[in-house]
């Protein structure tokens, strides 16, 4: 089972970036309200995620670990309305073959805290660990055992890089859970949980004040569709697609088809070769979109693209042609 679940792991776990993506992920369907979050390296010599969730019990430990367990889909009508980050229960195990892994977890209500080890996919037994309620997801020497995959790990710098892109992209989706992150034993970034308010002040702190300050608020509903967000004003635009974050149902995506919509509201407007600048929330009946199209979740595929692609593009048109009246 360790070698599936190294096959897995390829397809899933590229990077430590992609560890700290599914083990924040996993915090989050636990309903985590703060996340810490300690590197070492870049990632590659320690993950350490810790959350204050509803925790594991005892006696699911191994169970979390074990492939194609997951506990969040009972039934195939579960999955086509995901509502959760995961759902293939693979991130875990496949996390767990490639480096040295340890889960330890308090459930809600119960007074027992465990701790299960996996060195390399080899898994240890569930041993009794003191934790507050909430989960510890310890990750050391990622790759230590796929020497073709550890290979391919850059410097720390860009590793860590990667890290805090994925940490941004998440920061401006969930305003209401507090991060903190840190690097080689220093605290290096802290995004505080204060609610709804504070998504424009983590739209500054991520994307720079001059962003903050050129910037259109839009929020505008039609056909079962829900557009809101921010995009930067025809003059706020750049050389690189480097401020272009795009949500469906709160999971960040990549998608042409909408990316074209974006491009398209702005041809008029922006000199050839920019690029406009986004935040942008896309919010539809976990029926109408496919998120189980790749193992990573990148990417989506929607029930009427061309739908969506009009009404994103009718949006934020409209808006942009207010700024010119
Ligand atoms: P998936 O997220 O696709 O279900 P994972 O391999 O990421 O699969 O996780 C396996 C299972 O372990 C989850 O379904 C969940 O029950 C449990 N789990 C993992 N991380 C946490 C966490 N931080 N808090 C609570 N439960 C967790
Ligand atoms: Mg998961």
Same mark, same amino acid.
């Given at each position: 089972?360790?070698?599936?679940?190294?096959?897995?792991?390829?397809?899933?776990?590229?990077?430590?970036?992609?560890?700290?993506? /599914?083990?924040?992920?996993?915090?989050?369907?636990?309903?985590?309200?703060?996340?810490?979050?300690?590197?070492?390296?870049?990632?590659?010599?320690?993950?350490?995620?810790?959350?204050?969730?509803?925790? $594991?019990?005892?006696?699911?430990?191994?169970?979390?670990?074990?492939?194609?367990?997951?506990?969040?889909?009972?039934?195939?009508?579960?999955?086509? *309305? %995901?509502?959760?980050? #995961? @759902?293939?229960?693979?991130?875990?195990?496949?996390?767990?073959? %490639?480096?040295?892994?340890?889960?330890?977890?308090?459930?809600?209500?119960? /007074?027992?805290?465990?701790?299960?080890?996996?060195?390399? *996919?080899?898994? #240890?037994?569930?041993?009794?660990?003191?934790?507050?309620?909430?989960?510890?997801?310890?990750?050391?020497?990622? @790759?230590?055992?796929?020497?073709?995959?550890?290979?391919?790990?850059?410097? /720390?710098?860009?590793?860590?890089?990667?890290?805090?892109?994925?940490?941004?992209?998440?920061?401006?989706?969930?305003?209401?859970?507090?991060?903190?992150?840190?690097?080689? *034993?220093?605290?290096?970034?802290?995004?505080?949980?204060?609610?709804?308010?504070?998504?424009?002040?983590?739209?500054?702190?991520?994307?720079?004040?001059?962003?903050?300050?050129?910037?259109?608020?839009?929020?505008?509903?039609?056909?079962?569709?829900?557009?809101?967000?921010? $995009?930067?004003?025809?003059?706020?635009?750049?050389?690189?697609?480097?401020?272009?974050?795009?949500?469906?149902?709160?999971?960040?995506?990549?998608?042409?088809?909408?990316?074209?919509?974006?491009?398209?509201?702005?041809?008029?407007?922006?000199?050839?070769?920019?690029?406009?600048?986004? %935040?942008?929330?896309?919010?539809?009946?976990?029926?109408?979109?496919?998120?189980?199209?790749?193992?990573?979740?990148?990417?989506?595929?929607?029930?009427?693209?061309?739908?969506?692609?009009?009404?994103?593009?009718?949006?934020?048109?409209?808006?942009?042609?207010?700024?010119?009246?």
């Amino acid at each position: 089972d360790t070698l599936i679940n190294q096959i897995a792991a390829g397809e899933v776990i590229e990077r430590p970036a992609s560890v700290v993506k /599914e083990l924040v992920e996993n915090a989050l369907d636990a309903g985590a309200r703060r996340i810490d979050i300690d590197l070492e390296e870049g990632g590659v010599r320690l993950i350490r995620i810790r959350d204050d969730g509803k925790g $594991i019990d005892a006696g699911e430990l191994p169970l979390a670990v074990s492939r194609h367990a997951t506990s969040k889909i009972a039934s195939l009508d579960d999955l086509e *309305g %995901v509502a959760t980050l #995961g @759902f293939r229960g693979e991130a875990l195990p496949s996390i767990a073959s %490639v480096s040295r892994f340890a889960l330890t977890s308090r459930r809600q209500g119960t /007074e027992q805290a465990a701790s299960l080890d996996v060195d390399g *996919g080899r898994v #240890g037994d569930v041993m009794p660990r003191p934790h507050p309620q909430g989960t510890t997801v310890e990750v050391r020497d990622l @790759f230590f055992n796929v020497p073709a995959r550890r290979k391919f790990l850059k410097a /720390e710098r860009t590793e860590l890089g990667h890290i805090e892109e994925w940490l941004r992209q998440l920061a401006l989706a969930r305003p209401d859970v507090e991060l903190r992150v840190s690097h080689n *034993g220093k605290p290096s970034r802290r995004w505080k949980g204060e609610g709804d308010l504070l998504s424009e002040v983590r739209l500054h702190e991520a994307l720079g004040e001059e962003f903050a300050r050129n910037v259109l608020r839009i929020d505008h509903a039609g056909a079962g569709l829900r557009l809101h967000g921010w $995009i930067a004003q025809p003059a706020y635009n750049r050389a690189s697609a480097d401020q272009q974050y795009l949500y469906v149902n709160g999971r960040a995506v990549r998608d042409r088809s909408i990316s074209h919509a974006i491009k398209q509201a702005y041809a008029d407007v922006l000199f050839h070769g920019r690029q406009p600048a986004y %935040v942008l929330f896309l919010e539809l009946d976990p029926r109408r979109v496919d998120v189980n199209v790749h193992p990573a979740k990148h990417e989506v595929r929607f029930r009427d693209a061309r739908l969506i692609h009009d009404f994103v593009y009718r949006t934020l048109q409209d808006a942009l042609a207010h700024t010119r009246a």
